[in-house]
């Protein structure tokens, strides 16, 4: 073993060695916490001075209330989950919350900022009580099965009860553009059935699929979620599920070249497949540009402006430039981006509005270490991952929405997956010799 991992990995197995117990309902709980957070929708602050009680927000608060119950749990009970807390960059990750917690109070909306912040602390410290006490994996397939629960939802609201499934997006000459939202808007939509795909691509690469239940349960759900992906009309998440999936299992697609070209070729010919559903009738098939199919309105200029995202950031900018230290706080974007689409449509400048450009300098810094790491360190599923998130957040928020979910979620346990896989991994160095015994 390396002197680097044994430095960076004294505190926490010698805290784990010390503190692993036996699992208890409250570490179920806080699966299923995680997997009802990814699971349900994200609720949007509308533009107005207080929050808007609905159904769905209701439902939203009680998960965030029991995931907060078992978050102080775990931190009460478990030292080994406060030794994972301060470790970099999970403490990293839970500073820049600090700073949007801090920028809710000087807010123009305090409470919907405070709630908003709130409920990214609370889905960190879920994310990281349950990796810690369950194991990476196990949390990473409690998100697994609430975003496949919630695309599998989407394609029911789609199909029998369009008017809560289909969304219709304005184009010019007053035209709309049919998009799947199912269970949320489309770009979530997107984005979930994007990472989906992702995670079983992953536990593809890691051979956590039997054949068995690659054949009955991993493929139909490809077929469902590259559909769910190519309905929705999401182009960023479609690219940056591609290049995601390129870049973090470059070296699985390169080796078992049989079984990948198999897989490989099945899951483009669906994704190509259901393009050509969703973006052709037939008859004018042979008239279509190819600019047509790439975009909404059939129009070039919409490719050229990023669906208008140069003016969105544009006046986003200025609007960071006059309070550039804290920020707007959470939430707040759909007030002041109200006249062009409500979101900053750019990670990085979604947090600088939020809570400031410190707060953006932690992200930035956060992912550049991720990129550090898959350089020095390649590991399959954090680098999957993190390239998604990455991608995808040049042209949408993508983590720390109005109300945290499942991409925040999945933003911790990316940037603490090696710590626990280390830790994990001494875990069962330190407890094999007992067991020789």
Same mark, same amino acid.
């Given at each position: 073993m390396s002197s680097?991992?044994?430095?960076?990995?004294?505190?926490?197995?010698?805290?784990?060695?010390?503190?692993?117990?036996?699992?208890?309902?409250?570490?179920?709980?806080?699966?299923?916490? &995680?997997?009802?957070?990814?699971?349900?929708?994200?609720?949007?602050?509308e533009a107005s001075e207080e929050i808007r009680v609905s159904k769905q927000l209701l439902v939203k608060l009680a998960i965030l209330g029991c995931s907060g119950v078992y978050c102080l749990w775990v931190l009460m009970h478990s030292s080994r989950v406060r030794s994972m807390a301060i470790?970099?960059?999970?403490?990293?990750l839970l500073g820049l919350i600090g700073l949007l917690v801090l920028a809710a109070f000087q807010s123009p909306i305090p409470r919907e900022a405070l709630v908003s912040a709130g409920s990214a602390l609370v889905v960190c410290g879920l994310t990281l009580g349950v990796a810690t006490?369950?194991?990476?994996?196990?949390?990473?397939?409690?998100?697994?099965?609430?975003?496949?629960?919630?695309?599998?939802?989407?394609?029911?609201?789609? !199909?029998?009860?369009?008017?809560? #499934?289909?969304? +219709?997006?304005?184009?010019?000459? #007053?035209?709309?553009?049919? %998009?799947?939202?199912?269970?949320?808007?489309p770009n979530t939509l997107g984005q979930l059935s994007a990472f989906c795909i992702?995670?079983?691509?992953?536990?593809?690469?890691?051979?956590?699929?039997?054949?068995? *239940?690659?054949r009955y349960l991993a493929v139909p759900l490809l077929i469902i979620a590259a559909g769910a992906l190519v309905y929705s009309a999401s182009r960023s998440s479609l690219a940056a599920c591609g290049l995601a999936a390129l870049i973090g299992l470059r070296s699985w697609w390169f080796s078992g070249m049989r079984q990948v070209l198999i897989v490989g070729g099945f899951f483009l010919g669906v994704l *190509?497949?259901?393009? !050509? +559903?969703?973006?052709?009738?037939?008859?004018?098939?042979?008239? %279509?540009?190819?600019?047509?199919?790439?975009?909404?309105?059939?129009?070039?200029?919409?490719?050229?402006?990023?669906? #208008?995202?140069?003016?969105?950031w544009?006046?986003?900018?200025?609007?960071?430039?006059?309070?550039?230290?804290?920020?707007?706080?959470?939430?707040?974007?759909?007030?002041?981006?109200?006249?062009?689409?409500?979101?900053?449509?750019?990670?990085?400048?979604?947090?600088? !509005?939020?809570?400031?450009?410190?707060?953006?300098?932690? +992200?930035?810094?956060? &992912?550049?270490?991720?990129?550090? %790491?898959? !350089?020095?360190?390649?590991?399959?599923?954090?680098?999957?991952?993190?390239w998604f998130l990455i991608i995808n957040g040049l042209t949408e928020n993508v983590i720390f929405e109005n109300i945290a979910s499942g991409a925040t979620a999945i933003l911790m346990l990316t940037l603490a997956w090696r710590t626990l896989m280390r830790v994990e991994s001494e875990d069962v160095r330190r407890q094999a010799p007992l067991e020789n015994v």
């Amino acid at each position: 073993m390396s002197s680097k991992a044994v430095s960076t990995g004294t505190l926490l197995t010698q805290t784990s060695a010390r503190t692993v117990s036996a699992t208890t309902w409250m570490d179920y709980a806080g699966w299923i916490s &995680l997997c009802l957070m990814a699971l349900v929708p994200l609720v949007d602050f509308e533009a107005s001075e207080e929050i808007r009680v609905s159904k769905q927000l209701l439902v939203k608060l009680a998960i965030l209330g029991c995931s907060g119950v078992y978050c102080l749990w775990v931190l009460m009970h478990s030292s080994r989950v406060r030794s994972m807390a301060i470790v970099f960059p999970p403490v990293a990750l839970l500073g820049l919350i600090g700073l949007l917690v801090l920028a809710a109070f000087q807010s123009p909306i305090p409470r919907e900022a405070l709630v908003s912040a709130g409920s990214a602390l609370v889905v960190c410290g879920l994310t990281l009580g349950v990796a810690t006490r369950l194991g990476a994996w196990s949390a990473l397939y409690a998100i697994f099965a609430g975003q496949g629960l919630f695309v599998l939802g989407s394609w029911i609201a789609y !199909l029998f009860v369009p008017s809560i #499934g289909v969304f +219709l997006e304005p184009i010019p000459d #007053g035209e709309f553009f049919e %998009r799947m939202g199912g269970l949320a808007h489309p770009n979530t939509l997107g984005q979930l059935s994007a990472f989906c795909i992702l995670f079983t691509l992953i536990l593809a690469a890691e051979g956590k699929w039997s054949r068995k *239940t690659w054949r009955y349960l991993a493929v139909p759900l490809l077929i469902i979620a590259a559909g769910a992906l190519v309905y929705s009309a999401s182009r960023s998440s479609l690219a940056a599920c591609g290049l995601a999936a390129l870049i973090g299992l470059r070296s699985w697609w390169f080796s078992g070249m049989r079984q990948v070209l198999i897989v490989g070729g099945f899951f483009l010919g669906v994704l *190509t497949l259901f393009a !050509l +559903l969703a973006t052709t009738s037939g008859e004018d098939f042979l008239q %279509r540009k190819i600019f047509t199919k790439l975009s909404k309105s059939g129009t070039a200029d919409e490719l050229a402006t990023g669906t #208008g995202r140069d003016v969105i950031w544009s006046t986003t900018i200025k609007y960071i430039q006059e309070r550039p230290i804290l920020g707007y706080g959470c939430g707040i974007s759909k007030i002041l981006l109200r006249d062009t689409s409500g979101y900053a449509h750019n990670m990085v400048l979604h947090v600088a !509005l939020s809570g400031g450009v410190f707060a953006a300098g932690f +992200l930035v810094i956060l &992912l550049l270490n991720g990129v550090m %790491r898959f !350089l020095t360190q390649p590991n399959w599923a954090a680098d999957t991952m993190l390239w998604f998130l990455i991608i995808n957040g040049l042209t949408e928020n993508v983590i720390f929405e109005n109300i945290a979910s499942g991409a925040t979620a999945i933003l911790m346990l990316t940037l603490a997956w090696r710590t626990l896989m280390r830790v994990e991994s001494e875990d069962v160095r330190r407890q094999a010799p007992l067991e020789n015994v």
